[in-house]
């Protein structure tokens, strides 16, 4: 089959296996770009260009804005052009990051002009994301069927966030090694290799869905979308400022404390893939949230380095099953061709939180000291259980 080919097999007939495998090596290898220097950027940005935690929060956060603002559009073109279409434009835009990554780091001894090629950078994955996250969960549901669209948001999560949870760790050794142009190689290489899978795969059909305008979508998944925003805070407020916190504090180990987030949240969801099925979204994301609400307070309390990696490895526990709960009912709100849609702009509110929780983190960070960032999240986690019912049982 030529790469333009579409797939003559129906979704009935593909295993989820066969049909799934691929998808979550693109999101995998893809999203590796976001993870591996996402907790690096914090020590970089701090440390080796001298600028302050609020900086350090708005530029994390900056990507996620424009990731927020592109979600829709690229979930149009994903109905429109195909979704095979959206990521192979997506893929080759996030290893250009990767490049002005790198071109941040040559300047380094310069560090507004800089922190200006490393906010390009951001702003460019920002618009990467959007693609081939959108095209590759739309891709995962055309290829194994819509009655399996939870099946897709729980393996395409998996990838997503084991990206994000391996990425934290390899990152930091990468950086303690051959620093942030080190980092900056790998996010121009990671993205290559899901391009090469996505490029040697049927495409599936376009579903021509029309264009809807954005408020008409919102008006639909709000509430559950809220309920993942609010949920991904504590993971933003980790993500950026975990490592400071542990240097500020004299503990060894922020890169042990990321992974066993990423490795508890891969194991949950693993056992708990038929969760929502069995028991009901409202049941399942109130015992997630529960758990994640302790490992922050853990987080924020702890005394000692090894508590402190205890309540990360909780929050992955309780983060792992809010994203495929939430995003089943947030997609089954909006027919099939607009499913896209629906994935770009659930998704939008997961960069939303980052979007808001860096620089607001930041700032509590600057009053409070690195700690007060996971009392944020707690509070956080708590508006999300005061809105998880409604959020369950509306429609709109």
């Known amino acids: 089959m030529t790469d333009a080919t579409i797939s003559s097999i129906s979704p009935e007939q593909r295993s989820a296996f066969t049909g799934l495998a691929p ?3 693109i999101v995998f290898f893809g999203f590796l770009t976001v993870g591996a220097p996402l907790p690096v950027l914090s020590l970089y940005i701090h440390d080796q260009l001298g600028f302050s935690g609020f900086t350090v929060g708005w530029v994390i956060g900056i990507q996620s804005l424009v990731t927020i603002l592109s979600w829709h559009r690229a979930g149009t073109l994903s109905d429109q052009r195909g979704p095979k279409f959206a990521v192979l434009l997506g893929l080759p835009l996030a290893a250009a990051s990767g490049l ?3 071109g941040a780091d040559f300047l380094a001894g310069q560090p507004i002009p800089a922190l200006a090629v490393l906010v390009l950078g951001r702003l460019l994955l920002g618009a990467a994301e ?7 969960m739309s891709w995962g549901i055309g290829r194994i069927g819509a009655a399996r669209t939870g099946r897709v948001m729980s393996w395409q999560g998996i990838a997503l966030y084991s990206a994000l949870g391996a990425g934290a760790p390899f990152g930091l050794a990468m950086y303690s090694l051959f620093g942030f142009g080190g980092v900056a190689v790998f996010a121009i290489a990671s993205p290559l290799v899901a391009l090469a899978i996505a490029a040697a795969l049927p495409a599936v059909r376009a579903l021509g869905g029309e264009r809807v305008p954005f408020h008409h979508v919102l008006k639909l998944i709000w509430r559950p979308g809220t309920v993942l925003m609010l949920a991904t805070v504590p ?3 980790m993500a950026a400022f975990l490592p400071l ?16 987030f990423g490795f508890s949240y891969v194991v949950v969801r693993l056992i708990g893939t038929q969760w929502t099925d069995r028991f009901g979204a409202a049941r399942v994301v109130s015992l997630s949230l529960a758990v994640e609400l302790a490992g922050q307070f853990l987080l924020w309390l702890a005394p000692v380095g090894w508590l402190a990696t205890a309540g990360a490895g909780l929050t992955g526990a309780g983060f792992s099953l809010i994203f495929p709960a939430m995003g089943v009912v947030a997609t089954r709100r909006l027919p099939a061709h607009q499913r896209g849609q629906a994935v770009g702009n659930f998704m939008a509110f997961f960069d939303l939180a980052i979007a808001l929780a860096g620089p607001l983190a930041g700032l509590a960070a600057g009053v409070f000291g690195y700690s007060s960032t996971f009392l944020v999240g707690g509070i956080a986690v708590i508006g999300s259980l005061l809105l998880l019912r409604s959020a369950a049982a509306s429609r709109g």
């Open 130 to 136: 959007s693609l081939f996250v959108t095209g590759a």
């Open 235 to 237: 993971f933003a407020g």
């Open 245 to 260: 916190d542990y240097a500020a504090e004299g503990w060894s180990g922020a890169g042990v404390a990321m992974a066993l």
């Open 100 to 102: 002005l990554y790198l």
């Open 23 to 25: 998808m979550v090596a």
